[in-house]
């Protein structure tokens, strides 16, 4: 558990753990209904807490802390409606977070970490690298947030904005438990996606969770010495170390899982290279993803051809890899793959 002062975060304790706490300062039990309710609608004080008598919010305030954040800045695109917002925690330190509109719904891409320790290439998140986990109800604020401010239910959760998830293991772990909960945002595990560019205790230590969501890997070539150039996690887990935890992953959870694939002009999308992820992908139940690199500004790819694209996906498809590109959004306000940076801008 984290302590910030230490004091423990109540938003980043799970309803077990809370109806524990609560019991101990000899509360009855159901305070942790009201409590959990409170703190999943977003509660930022516990004056708010209007149905808890005055002495038992003061006791609180005294044993526990309330994660805290607020919306900082907020863009919108005007070219698909995308929102991205600047979240701010009470320390000044800042995260980006995402609203789509799908067809299917209402997805928020949320953050993990402030910054990221991983160093991809490719990536801006990692520009300066990390500053802090965020602590699980931190991860949490930012779906209640982006869902009170756009006035609708967010219906699905990509973990996929700045930081590396599976480094900051115990904190989403949490967040994943918190927010699946029925009597908090009760957002099912089916739609949550998890994206990592490849932790393999993690992705083992989340299938010991045994839980429905969908795991995306964030693959991007087809062998060690093309990802080895882009992804310096690639030499403490090479491909096929993480492609064994994938089918450990698999065993347990019979999830499809998804491949994302940054397509990088003459780095990694030959036909040749579809067809060596082709080999490598196969018995794996899965989908691959392919992003048009997207860029920024302090690194040097350029994306891949259209021509490149549909050259790549017919390899796939007809090695019976199912494959797509994915839609760039909000291309207008830096809020594609990749581009999210914990600065302010
Ligand atoms: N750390 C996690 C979560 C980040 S998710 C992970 O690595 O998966 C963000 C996704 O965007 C990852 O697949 C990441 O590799 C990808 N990405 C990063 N920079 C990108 C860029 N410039 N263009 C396209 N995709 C990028």
């Known amino acids: 558990m984290e302590h910030t002062a230490g004091k423990p975060d109540l938003r980043s304790f799970t309803y077990e753990e809370l109806e524990a706490f609560l019991i101990e300062m000899g509360e009855k039990r159901f305070r942790a209904g009201q409590v959990f309710a409170w703190l999943s609608k977003g509660a930022q004080s516990f004056d708010e807490m209007t149905n808890l008598s005055k002495p038992l919010r003061e006791k609180l305030a005294q044993t526990s802390m309330l994660s805290r954040a607020h919306i900082a800045e907020k863009y919108v695109s005007k070219i698909d409606g995308t929102v991205k917002y600047l979240i701010e925690f009470d320390d000044g330190e800042c995260v ?53 401010d756009i006035g609708e239910r967010i219906s699905n959760i990509v973990m996929m904005g700045i930081g590396e998830p599976l480094d900051n293991f115990e904190n989403v772990r949490r967040f994943l438990i918190n927010v699946n909960d029925a009597r908090g945002l009760n957002i099912g595990y089916r739609h949550i996606s998890l994206s990592t560019c490849g932790l393999v205790d993690g992705i083992d230590r989340l299938a010991q969770m045994d839980i429905p969501i969908t795991l995306s890997i ?24 993480l492609l064994a935890a994938c089918r450990r992953y698999q065993a347990v959870t019979t999830r499809r899982i998804s491949f994302e694939y940054a397509m990088i002009d003459g780095v990694n999308d030959s036909a040749a290279d579809a067809a ?43 090695a019976g890899i199912p494959a797509t590109v994915r839609r760039t959004l909000g291309a207008d306000i830096s809020a594609s793959c990749g581009q999210l940076r914990q600065k302010r801008l």
């Open 276 to 318: 060596e992820l082709a080999r490598l992908l196969k018995g794996i139940l899965c989908h691959v993803n392919l992003i048009p690199v997207n860029t920024v500004a302090e690194r040097s790819y350029r994306r891949s051809s259209t021509a490149a694209l549909k050259r790549f996906i017919s390899v796939l498809e007809e």
């Open 96 to 148: 980006e977070t995402v609203v789509m509109r799908y067809h299917h719904g209402v997805t928020v891409c949320i953050s993990s970490q402030v910054g990221c320790a991983m160093g991809c290439g490719f990536c801006a998140s990692t520009i300066g690298g990390k500053k802090r986990d965020l602590l699980a109800g931190e991860i949490l604020l930012q779906v209640i947030l982006a869902q009170d």
């Open 218 to 241: 964030s693959l991007h070539a087809p062998n060690d010495e093309i990802r080895g150039r882009t992804m310096p996690v690639n030499r403490r887990y090479p491909i096929r170390e």
